[in-house]
Nanobody
Framework: QVQLVESGGGLVQAGGSLRLSCAAS????????MGWFRQAPGKEREYVAS????????HYADFVKGRFTISRDNDKITIYLQMNGLKPEDSAVYYC???????????????WGQGTQVTVSS
């Protein structure tokens, strides 16, 4: 079992930046692919970005390319999502996710965090 704890959400003006963190704990969590999803009110949860366990390969949804950067610190077993150029449409609950070794994070990860709210004002 893996536990995921997010932090770093908040309120920011359009054009601003936030950095989300997700700390993983539990058996063998170092080896898990991890990523971020988000869900806005009335919308389905959607994939944002992911990174492999080594931190060498990352992938992004088209709508965040060039604005968001995912990174990983395996000493801390923590991933980060640096969000720049935030837009009101980025407002959502952001969820950290992880998948067992050998499984992709998207579309169906094995573990979820509790979520952190990001609100971007216009």
């Amino acid at each position: 079992q893996v536990q995921l704890v997010e932090s770093g959400g908040g309120l920011v003006q359009a054009g601003g930046s936030l950095r989300l963190s997700c700390a993983a704990s539990g058996r063998a969590s170092r080896w898990y692919g991890m990523g971020w999803f988000r869900q806005a009110p009335g919308k389905e949860r959607e994939y944002v970005a992911s990174v492999n366990w080594q931190g060498q390969n990352s992938h992004y949804a088209d709508f965040v390319k060039g604005r968001f950067t995912i990174s990983r610190d395996n000493d801390k077993i923590t991933i980060y999502l640096q969000m720049n150029g935030l837009k009101p449409e980025d407002s959502a609950v952001y969820y950290c996710a992880a998948s067992n070794p050998g499984r992709a994070v998207t579309p169906n990860p094995d573990y979820w965090g509790q979520g952190t709210q990001v609100t971007v004002s216009s």
